[in-house]
């Protein structure tokens, strides 16, 4: 046995047990061919057995049902997570407009607008995934990877400059990174055929829609007098944003997934669950250390606080029934 | 049906093959477009055999290893041609706007 057969039976060695009985020797005869005419493929061909392992233990013939729900389970944080961040980067483009039109200054009036630009990547990325353009989304989703490692590098030297914001990054940006993260990897993880409904590009138009209007008019409503004393109706206004939308679209996803379609459960669970920690963690509204000590506390933002606390464990509970949904489709309803 | 599928298919079209001919023949129809992995192209055989589109026509001894043979199924042949004729229609359309568009270009 030549090492190059040696090397290649042992990456089989991952494929499901199956599999490797029906097609092993096949692999290898028609891998051996193929490495005697271009030697410089093994590289290659080895990846290909790693993605192909991946693709059967996870969505094949041969994949266990508990193995074919954490797929759709992948698929889907893919979907909530890209919806998410291109959500996040028209709010985050429509604010640079508000400020802007706020200032009155040209654009691009600071580096930072340019970046805001460049976050629109994500809308990008979610409509080629809603397209079943994999191939672009990949490639997409990698621009906005090092978009956002930029972005932290720009935030990170500004703080610790001298003059700078004095601010230590928080739990906050550390859990946004891992969410970017989350979502470039589970893009990667799309296999080409993957074709999601068309209703998914509503979702991401609609929320849009109140998004942008609210988000402009919030930066240019807003002057630096109101840093210390920010009025409750900017504070009403700013509740209609991304991170309000997305619990209400959890909260009615999950009851939708509760009453019809249960594969829905686990990743609504997961990703609802990750977004809410990360802000509690970061105290998102309840605690922001730009604002007066007295507003810190105000009904309002104690309210948003609560709602996202319920909305956590209701991402708790969809989870645990998600999970006994799998053991009942595994044939084992008393696994626990 | 993807375009690695529809050249798998295709290669079989007419005679029974090995993995790594049909690796070949399919990088020969796609004019080097489609130049299959052996780990995709057998991720691929393995939907085809399960959907019966292609089965195993023989095993034969090639070098001390043993090599098999995949024949396309009547329903394999169906469905080429099914895609093939979807095709067609898709280069149609596409021939008529082009006409329409430069008209001189189109004999």
């Not at chain 1, 990456?11 to 029906?22: A, H, I, Q, S, W």
């Not at chain 1, 604010?95 to 805001?116: C, F, I, K, N, R």
């Not at chain 1, 030297?157 to 739990?171: F, K």
Request: glycine letters at 8%; aromatic letters at 8%; a positive charge.
């Amino acid at each position: 046995m030549t090492p190059a057969e040696r090397r290649y039976r042992r990456v089989l060695r991952l494929l499901p047990t199956g599999y490797r009985r029906r097609w092993e020797q096949d692999m290898v005869s028609a891998y051996l061919d193929s490495v005697a005419d271009t030697p410089r493929r093994a590289a290659g061909e080895l990846l290909a057995v790693a993605w192909l392992v991946l693709r059967l233990r996870l969505n094949g013939y041969h994949a266990t049902p508990r193995s074919q729900l954490w797929y759709q389970t992948v698929l889907g944080i893919a979907m909530l997570t890209t919806l998410y961040e291109s959500l996040d980067a028209t709010r985050v483009f429509a604010d640079l407009v508000g400020v802007a039109v706020q200032v009155e200054m040209a654009w691009p009036y600071h580096l930072t607008s340019w970046w805001g630009v460049l976050s629109l990547v994500w809308v990008a990325t979610f409509v080629c995934v809603v397209r079943g353009r994999v191939v672009a989304a990949r490639v997409l989703v990698l621009v906005a990877l090092i978009h956002q490692m930029g972005l932290t590098s720009l935030v990170v030297a500004h703080t610790i400059s001298p003059g700078g914001w004095g601010l230590p990054p928080d739990a906050l940006s550390t859990a946004r990174q891992a969410g970017v993260c989350v979502a470039a990897v589970t893009v990667f993880l799309i296999p080409q055929d993957f074709r999601p409904a068309r209703g998914w590009l509503a979702a991401f138009i609609v929320p849009a829609v109140v998004v942008i209007p609210v988000s402009v008019a919030s930066a240019v409503l807003y002057s630096p007098d109101l840093v210390h004393t920010p009025p409750l109706w900017l504070a009403q206004l700013q509740l209609l944003n991304v991170g309000t939308l997305l619990h209400v679209g959890m909260v009615v996803g999950m009851v939708v997934a509760l009453a019809r379609a249960h594969q829905w459960l686990l990743p609504l669970a997961l990703f609802g669950g990750g977004v809410a920690a990360g802000q509690l963690l970061g105290f998102d509204y309840g605690f922001d250390p730009l604002y007066d000590l007295r507003q810190r506390a105000t009904a309002l933002w104690t309210s948003v606080t609560i709602v996202q606390l319920v909305v956590a464990v209701a991402c708790v509970v969809a989870g645990f029934v998600a999970m006994r949904h799998a053991r009942i489709a595994e044939g084992r309803p008393d696994a626990s | 049906m993807t375009e690695p599928t529809f050249f798998v298919l295709t290669a079989l079209v007419g005679e029974p093959r090995h993995g790594y001919g049909i690796v070949g023949e399919a990088d020969a129809l796609s004019g080097g477009r489609v130049r299959l992995k052996i780990g995709s192209l057998y991720g691929i055989l393995d939907r085809l055999v399960a959907d019966g589109l292609v089965e195993l026509d023989r095993e034969e001894s090639h070098q001390g290893r043993l090599r098999r043979y995949y024949r396309i199924t009547s329903g394999g042949l169906d469905a080429v041609r099914a895609e093939t004729t979807r095709l067609a229609a898709n280069a149609r359309v596409a021939g008529r706007r082009l006409k329409a568009l430069r008209p001189g270009l189109e004999s």
